[in-house]
Nanobody, 126 residues
Framework: VQLQASGGGLVQAGDALRLSCAASERTSNMGSMGWFRQARGKEREFVAHISYSSSYTYYADSVKGRFTISKDNAKNTMYLQMNSLKPEDTAVYYC????????????????????WGQGTLVTVSS
């Protein structure tokens, strides 16, 4: 599956932004989808995960309560709504997907996801 991330940009601290991830295949067929991010000079880190049925969502502690992951199967698109942005949220954000379901204990492992988008840059100024 091919993924296309979009929606990044330059915002101020406290602002909101919504990222989109368009998939070339039905998102309803994706066992797991998620968002990761990579700040300059740092390793890629887990941000959020959504199950195939959208019934279960998981978040990194650093974004819990501020970010919301969702997907619209009719549009084959996954979203990441980011509110109350902080300068430390500055990073390139990547969407990822796997046709198979990833067990909860492994959703933070980037290696479990087979498909990746190209990344979209989010810059939060203070």
């Amino acid at each position: 599956v091919q993924l296309q991330a979009s929606g990044g940009g330059l915002v101020q601290a406290g602002d909101a932004l919504r990222l989109s991830c368009a998939a070339s295949e039905r998102t309803s067929n994706m066992g797991s989808m998620g968002w990761f991010r990579q700040a300059r000079g740092k390793e890629r880190e887990f941000v959020a995960h959504i199950s195939y049925s959208s019934s279960y969502t998981y978040y990194a502690d650093s974004v819990k309560g501020r970010f919301t992951i969702s997907k619209d199967n009719a549009k084959n698109t996954m979203y990441l709504q980011m509110n109350s942005l902080k300068p430390e949220d500055t990073a390139v954000y990547y969407c990822a997907a796997s046709r198979s379901r990833i067990i909860v204990s492994a959703i933070r492992d980037a290696g479990m996801y087979r498909s990746w988008g190209q990344g979209t840059l989010v810059t939060v100024s203070s």
